[in-house]
């Protein structure tokens, strides 16, 4: 029996953008919160937290979309034509934000205040367009054989704004509980106080998501409520509710580690009932991802180029996050 190479790239870029939303998304949500901290030192020591790995946290976009193109060129066309609005604001915000990170640093203390609110903006816009680009995919796209026959803003829906919104507070909360364990005194009293209500509010946001997305879409419900299926699938709501449990009740002790990595198994759990709901369509509602298969011989070709490349970037992310492991202090890191 051969292997089924559609299913083996889903699972590749499947775990590419997983993890770009864990490691970019506290990166994202470090800038999201600094409209909330008003001292400079306490903004210099959030930035110098991600100085040494922010840019390497990129990589993973740019693995999942060069992924996507060699595996499912199909998927590829369609997605950056319907996205291509969302797609360009959340590109301009990474720039804004690399831009901003680096100038920050360099700009006498008259002129910072410039490229804190550019950081900040840039955090916000990238977030918000992912979020949106999220619910559109959602929702699906109208394809007729090899085209996209939707406008360029079938991303306007109610329903992407308030994933937009939604992302938000999903990466705040990464920031949050990022900063609870890579610093300490004031600035991890704050974010400690900050990470409840956005732990809370971020319930909220998935709660209402998972109501709306079978309402809005009967082969989902069908997905989640047939039986035996939803016996099989119900432990990804149990967890979710007991995963926030433990981050509030972890909130109120002594936080360090374990906020952060209850943070991350939340997003995971979201990002597995995205799965179970579209499975496996990869142009949701009906375009399967043998349909939009790259031919067998191209995607071989590529599989040993992922295959070489991806234990690469582990090690050398693995690496970096182990020798700046540990608390950052005021007046350490970046300069």
Not at 202 to 228: D, N
């Amino acid at each position: 029996m051969g292997i089924d190479l559609p299913i083996l790239w889903a699972i590749i870029i499947g775990f590419g953008l997983m993890m770009y939303v864990v490691m970019d998304g506290f990166d994202l949500g470090i800038g999201l919160l600094f409209p909330f901290i008003r001292d400079r030192t306490e903004r210099d020591t959030m930035v110098n937290t991600v100085a040494p790995v922010w840019d390497g946290n990129e990589t993973w976009l740019v693995l999942g979309g060069t992924a996507l193109m060699a595996a499912f060129p199909l998927a590829y066309s369609v997605l950056l034509s319907a996205l291509y609005l969302p797609i360009i604001v959340m590109l301009a915000g990474l720039i804004c934000r690399g831009v901003s990170f680096e100038f920050r640093f360099k700009a006498d203390a008259a002129h910072r205040w410039i490229w804190d609110i550019s950081f900040a903006a840039g955090s916000y816009a990238a977030s918000f367009a992912q979020g949106v680009a999220l619910g559109t995919y959602i929702n699906g796209f109208h394809v007729t054989g090899p085209s996209y026959q939707g406008g360029a803003l079938v991303w306007l829906t109610p329903f992407s704004l308030f994933t937009g919104f939604g992302l938000l507070f999903a990466y705040a909360l990464l920031g949050s509980t990022w900063l609870i364990m890579k610093t300490e005194g004031a600035l991890q009293r704050r974010m400690i106080g900050l990470a409840q209500p956005v732990t809370i509010v971020l319930l909220v946001v998935i709660g209402i998501v998972s109501v709306w997305t079978p309402l809005a879409h009967p082969q989902v419900a069908a997905r989640w409520f047939s039986l035996p299926n939803i016996i099989f699938f119900s432990p990804v709501p149990v967890l979710t509710l007991a995963t926030t449990w433990g981050i509030l009740r972890a909130l109120r002790r002594d936080p360090n580690v374990v906020p952060f990595g209850l943070a991350l198994f939340l997003l995971f759990l979201g990002y597995s009932g995205l799965g179970i709901s579209l499975w496996p369509n990869v142009i949701p509602p009906g375009v399967s991802l043998w349909d939009a298969a790259a031919p067998p011989q191209s995607m071989g070709f590529a599989l040993v180029g992922a295959l070489f490349i991806i234990p690469i970037i582990l090690t050398y992310t693995a690496w970096s996050y182990y020798v700046f492991r540990g608390k950052v202090r005021p007046g350490e890191g970046y300069h």
